[in-house]
């Protein structure tokens, strides 16, 4: 049993670790990137600053040569270098201390390399200026800058990794902060339960996208326990649908049983039937609701003339105790399932047909690019609040009433699930009779 519990803490120190690292590996090659194109740049800039120093220590030592001898020109400390070098023959003409055993340091033509190492290690950058028939050679040290390189390189190779581990400690404590809050919906998540999805998470209330995840998912549990809710509603309502025929056909078959002289088989076989056919068509009307519901309700679109479909019930109607006004009825042709609009039509003409006090109007005709279907009766019609909730499935305004004239409760609510899936929308409204209207809407 423990394993489960300690999973989630191993994925969540797992994310913690993997932004951490991240962090750190990404702020440590940026700063190496800096650290070493700062050391590069200095090293220019200074190896740059010396040659300048050489330079002008030719011309310096150029221009004291114009004014005499070789002699005239300055000793000078390790850290510097001189050399006069015949411009014709190659010979030394006088030079440093350090220079006057490193032969000619310029080439045939007066050139010489950027930076020289001597005997002793020491490396000169180097200058040369050409006088007369001399050229005098000059050369810097680079010691100072060896030197002043190698502090900046420690003191860069010493504070990368302090700077590294100051992030990576920073990142690991705002990170472990910022999870927190998720921490917290977890758990408040996992003590939601199948029974009880009344529970919400927390909303931290910053306005950032932890608290549109924690919105979310209190959306996604309301979601889940009003479906839930209509999910325990509809089986207590199909069970209850369903008890009552079988409760009348097990009465009469025991009737029949004990007592046969009360029960003509006539009487035992219209029951039956009835009874029957009302559990048929509960059984099709929740099977057509769960396909809805589980998005399986497919359609087969066709072209189909709405008028037909009507005349039709029209005159299916016509035996009926109630008069069908069909007057009303236009040519109509609409891409649609004919299967589901010839349900869709008769669960609305039986539903007018069991509230009617005398007659029904049948009617179709085109409106802004849909075909519009009404359904008039003039029965006690249904109340402005009630007629979004009669849509509702096992919903009965006069329970008694429908339920006498074989009403499941269903109809509506199918009604509406075949117009939704065509793209389209049923209402009720008033009739002009003071009845109900009832509109289906589908794109032509």
């Known amino acids: 049993m423990s394993e489960p519990a300690e999973r989630p803490a191993r994925r969540r120190g797992g994310i913690r670790l993997r932004i951490t690292v991240v962090a750190v590996a990404a702020v440590t090659i940026a700063l190496i990137a800096g650290?070493?194109?700062?050391?590069?740049?200095?090293?220019?800039?200074?190896?740059?600053?010396?040659?300048?120093?050489?330079?002008?220590?030719?011309?310096?030592?150029?221009?004291?040569?114009?004014e005499g001898d070789v002699d005239a020109l300055p000793d000078v400390d390790d850290d510097r270098l001189w050399q006069v070098i015949d411009d014709e023959s190659g010979a030394v003409r006088g030079a440093s201390d350090v220079a006057e055993d490193l032969g000619?340091?310029?080439?045939?033509?007066?050139?010489?390399?950027?930076?020289?190492?001597?005997?002793?290690?020491?490396?000169?950058?180097?200058?040369?200026?050409?006088d007369g028939d001399v050229?005098?050679?000059?050369?810097r040290s680079t010691e100072e800058v060896d030197t002043t390189l190698g502090a900046v390189g420690v003191l860069l190779a010493v504070a990368v990794p302090i700077v590294a581990g100051i992030v990576g400690v920073?990142?690991?404590?705002?990170?472990?902060?910022?999870l927190r809050p998720v921490e917290?919906?977890?758990?408040?998540?996992?003590?939601?339960?199948?029974?009880?999805?009344?529970?919400?998470v927390d909303e931290p209330g910053t306005g950032d996208e932890l608290a549109g995840l924690a919105t979310t998912m209190n959306g996604m549990l309301s979601r889940l326990d009003?479906?839930?809710?209509?999910?325990r509603r509809f089986i207590s309502d199909a069970s209850h649908e369903l008890k009552s025929p079988l409760a009348v056909l097990r009465q009469f078959a025991e009737v029949a049983r004990d007592h046969p002289e009360r029960v003509t088989?006539?009487?035992?076989?219209?029951?039956?039937?009835?009874?029957?056919?009302?559990?048929?068509?509960?059984?099709?009307?929740?099977?057509?609701?769960?396909?809805?519901?589980?998005?399986?309700?497919?359609?087969?679109?066709?072209?189909?003339?709405?008028?037909?479909?009507?005349?039709?019930?029209?005159?299916r109607l016509r035996p009926a105790a109630v008069s069908v006004d069909g007057s009303a009825i236009a040519p109509v042709r609409a891409r649609v399932d004919p299967g589901l609009l010839r349900q869709a039509v008769r669960n609305l003409v039986d539903n007018a047909a069991r509230h009617a006090q005398g007659r029904i109007a049948l009617a179709c005709s085109e409106r802004d690019g849909w075909a519009v279907i009404t359904v008039d009766d003039d029965g006690p019609g249904v109340a402005e609040a009630e007629r979004e909730r009669v849509?509702?499935?096992?919903?009965?305004?006069?329970?008694?009433?429908?339920?006498?004239?074989?009403?499941?409760?269903?109809?509506?609510?199918?009604?509406?699930?075949?117009?939704?899936?065509?793209?389209?929308?049923?209402r009720i409204t008033g009739s002009p009779w003071g009845g109900a209207r009832a509109e289906l809407r589908l794109p032509l």
């Open 391 to 426: 849509f509702g499935r096992f919903v009965r305004l006069d329970d008694a009433r429908s339920r006498d004239a074989g009403g499941s409760g269903l109809g509506l609510a199918i009604v509406r699930e075949i117009a939704l899936r065509h793209g389209g929308w049923a």
């Open 265 to 315: 088989p006539r009487e035992l076989t219209d029951t039956v039937l009835d009874e029957g056919a009302r559990l048929e068509r509960l059984v099709q009307g929740m099977l057509v609701l769960a396909r809805a519901d589980e998005r399986a309700l497919t359609i087969t679109p066709q072209e189909v003339d709405l008028d037909d479909v009507l005349l039709a019930e029209a005159q």
């Open 35 to 66: 650290a070493v194109g700062f050391w590069l740049v200095l090293r220019a800039s200074l190896l740059g600053q010396l040659d300048t120093a050489a330079n002008q220590d030719a011309a310096a030592f150029a221009e004291q040569l114009d």
């Open 135 to 139: 050229v005098v050679v000059a050369g």
């Open 184 to 200: 917290r919906m977890r758990r408040q998540v996992d003590a939601v339960s199948a029974t009880d999805l009344s529970r919400r």
């Open 104 to 130: 000619a340091l310029a080439a045939a033509d007066g050139s010489v390399p950027d930076l020289m190492r001597v005997d002793d290690g020491t490396v000169y950058a180097m200058a040369a200026e050409r």
């Open 170 to 178: 920073t990142t690991w404590v705002a990170v472990g902060g910022a």
């Open 226 to 231: 009003d479906a839930q809710r209509a999910q």
